[in-house]
C-alpha cells in the first residue's frame, strides 16, 4: 500500500505483485464516507419508488428503500427517539423493548412518514446524479468483528479454511457478545484468542456509546458516528499476512497509521515505512507509469493482445482483441491463452476503475467446451480478492461473459490524455523552418545585452543535433560572428519548437516578446 498526502487530498494505490489494483481519493472537505451515522429527517416519501429521501446535510437527499429498513426498523427508531430525548440510562440493550418487526413486502408510508427523524448509516456514495443510499442496518465493523445492535445472530465468515476453526468461533463469540447485539466474524479471525475478540468487542461497544451520547439533544441532520479514515479503514479491511509493507510520505499520517498497526498487528512493528525520498512516492514505486497506462480507453497488455473499454449508460463493454501478434500455428491454443491472460486484466481493470452493475465481455470466439469452461474459471479466480459482491455468468452461446458487480462508489476516472505542450491544445505551432531564425534573433539580442555572461542554449534533442550538424555548424558560425561559445545542451523533456537560454548560474535569461 502506497499512501500519498497532499494535505488537501490523500491518495492510495494497492499493488498486487507489483501491478496497481486498487486506488483510492479522500478530500479533507469529504462531507462522509460511507459507514457514517447520522440522525436524518425524512424530506418526502415516494410511495411508487417505495422508498424515503432523507436530508442528512448533503447537497441532495440520500436515498433509503423500503428492503433497506431491516426487520427491526421499528424498534431502533423508538430506541434512537429516546436517545434523542436523553432517557436511555446507558447505551447498553439489556432491557431494550422490542417493537414488532416488518414484513418484506411492506410499503414505506406503513413505517416511515414525512418530517420523521430516522437513525441509518451510508451504505453507497453519491453517484452520478445520485445522492448517498442510506441504511437502518446499522452495523459497526472493527478488524475482526462487526457488530449489529438489535439482533441476535453470529454470523461466521465462510472465507475461514476450516469448519472445526468456524464452529469454535461461532462458540467463543456466542459466549462474549453483548446482549441483543449480533456479531460477523470477519475472515482476519481466524486463529485469534478470547482476548483479542474480547477486546474489540469492547472498543466497537465505545463507539455504539458515542453514537447514543451523540444523539442527546441532536437536531437533524446530524453526524452521530465518523467512519475511520479511507487509509486506516483499508487497512483494517485487507491487511493479511500477504501485505509486505505500508509506504506513506506524510510523517504525521506516518505515525497515525504506525499507531494503528501496533493495535491490529503487533507482531508486524516494521510493516509501516516512511517515504523520505524527494522524489514523489507515486513516482518513485511507479504508481504515476501504471495510472497513466490503465486508465485509457484501450488496455495493452504484454502479448500485445489489448482489451477495450467502452461505458453507457445501462452498462460497461469489454472488447478483447488479439492484436497483430497472434502465431499463425496452433489458433486454438492461442486464442485461449490470449483469452485467459484478457479475463486476469479484466479483473484487474474492474477492480481498479471501481467499475459498478453490468458488465458485458466479448472475448474472442472459442469452441472447446473445455477452454470456455476454463476461461470462467479463471475469470471467478481473479475475481477472489475483489471485495465488491460479484456474481460472473458462464459463456453465452455468443460468446459473451456477463458479469454484475456491486456498485459502492463512483466508477474511478482519470484523464491520461495531457494537452500538447508544443501547441497548448490549438492544434497548430510555428513552423519549425523558422526556428532557427527565432532562436538566432534572440541570442544576438542577449550576445549584446549581456557582452561578458556565459551563455548556455537548452534545446530539443533534434533541435541540438541540428544545429551541431556540419563544418561549419550553426554554433561555430554563431562564434565566429560573436566571438563566443555558446553551449549546447539537449534536454528530453523540452518540447521540439521550445528553446532557453540561461547564464552561467543557470538562472534562464526571459526575453520579453
Known amino acids: 500500500m502506497i499512501v500519498s498526502s497532499t494535505g488537501k487530498e490523500v491518495e492510495v494505490a494497492l499493488l498486487e505483485d507489483g501491478k496497481l489494483v486498487e486506488i483510492h481519493r479522500q478530500r479533507s472537505t469529504d462531507q462522509f464516507t460511507v459507514g457514517d451515522v447520522f440522525l436524518g429527517r425524512v424530506k418526502r416519501v415516494t410511495a411508487p419508488l417505495n422508498a424515503a429521501f432523507v436530508d442528512i446535510g448533503h447537497k441532495k437527499d440520500a436515498f ?91 454470523a461466521v465468515s465462510k472465507k475461514i479454511s476450516t469448519s472445526e476453526e468456524r464452529k469454535r468461533l461461532q462458540l467463543l463469540v456466542e459466549s462474549i457478545r453483548p446482549a441483543n447485539f449480533g456479531v460477523i466474524v470477519r475472515t482476519a479471525a481466524e486463529g485469534r484468542g478470547v482476548g483479542e475478540l474480547l477486546e474489540e468487542i469492547n472498543t466497537l461497544m465505545d463507539k455504539w456509546k458515542t453514537i447514543v451520547e451523540n444523539a442527546k439533544g441532536a437536531t437533524p441532520p446530524a453526524k452521530l458516528l465518523s467512519e475511520v479514515d479511507k487509509t486506516t479503514g483499508l487497512l483494517r479491511d485487507l491487511l493479511t499476512p500477504d501485505f509486505t509493507k505500508v509506504v506513506v510520505d506524510d510523517k504525521d499520517l506516518f505515525e497515525t497509521i504506525q499507531d494503528y498497526i501496533k493495535d491490529i498487528a503487533k507482531d508486524r512493528p516494521n510493516l509501516v515505512q516512511y517515504h523520505k525520498s524527494s522524489k514523489p512516492i507515486f513516482d518513485a514505486h511507479g504508481v504515476t507509469k501504471q495510472i497513466k497506462s490503465s486508465f485509457g480507453k484501450t488496455a495493452t497488455m504484454p502479448s500485445g493482445a489489448y482489451i477495450v473499454i467502452e461505458h453507457t449508460e445501462a452498462m460497461h463493454t469489454i472488447d478483447v482483441n488479439s492484436g497483430n501478434k497472434m502465431p499463425s500455428q496452433n489458433q486454438t491454443e492461442a486464442v485461449l491463452k490470449i483469452n485467459l491472460e484478457s479475463a486476469e486484466e479484466i479483473a484487474r481493470q474492474m477492480r481498479l476503475r471501481d467499475i459498478g452493475g453490468i458488465i458485458v465481455i466479448d472475448f474472442i470466439d472459442m469452441r472447446d467446451a473445455e477452454h470456455r469452461k476454463q476461461l470462467v474459471t479463471t475469470m471467478r479466480n481473479a475475481m477472489k480478492n475483489d471485495r465488491a459482491q460479484h456474481t460472473v455468468l458462464p459463456l453465452s452461446k455468443f460468446g459473451l461473459m456477463q458479469i454484475t458487480r456491486q456498485r459502492v462508489r463512483p466508477e474511478v476516472k482519470i484523464t491520461t490524455a495531457e494537452k500538447c505542450p508544443t501547441c497548448n491544445g490549438t492544434g497548430k505551432v510555428n513552423a519549425t523552418i523558422l526556428l532557427t531564425d527565432e532562436i538566432e534573433r534572440d541570442l544576438n539580442f542577449i550576445m549584446d545585452a549581456r557582452p561578458k555572461a556565459k551563455l548556455k542554449l537548452k534545446v530539443h534533442p533534434y533541435i541540438s543535433a541540428f544545429l551541431k550538424r556540419g563544418l561549419p555548424s550553426a554554433q561555430m558560425k554563431w562564434y565566429m560572428k560573436h566571438y563566443r561559445w555558446l553551449d549546447i545542451q539537449s534536454d528530453n523533456d523540452f518540447p521540439i519548437t521550445t528553446f532557453k537560454f540561461f547564464d552561467g548560474k543557470d538562472d534562464e535569461i526571459k526575453l520579453k516578446n
Open 64 to 154: 433509503l428503500h423500503y428492503t433497506d429498513l431491516g426487520p427491526k426498523v421499528r424498534t431502533l427508531q423508538a430506541y434512537s427517539e429516546l436517545a434523542i430525548k436523553g432517557k436511555l440510562p446507558n447505551a447498553t440493550l439489556d432491557k431494550a423493548k422490542y417493537e414488532p418487526e416488518i414484513v418484506k413486502t411492506g410499503k414505506i408510508d406503513e413505517v416511515i412518514s414525512k418530517k420523521q427523524v430516522v437513525l441509518a448509516q451510508v451504505l453507497k456514495e453519491p453517484i452520478s446524479t445520485k445522492g448517498p443510499r442510506l441504511s437502518c442496518e446499522i452495523t459497526i465493523p472493527g478488524r475482526y468483528l462487526v457488530i449489529t445492535p438489535f439482533s441476535e445472530t453470529v
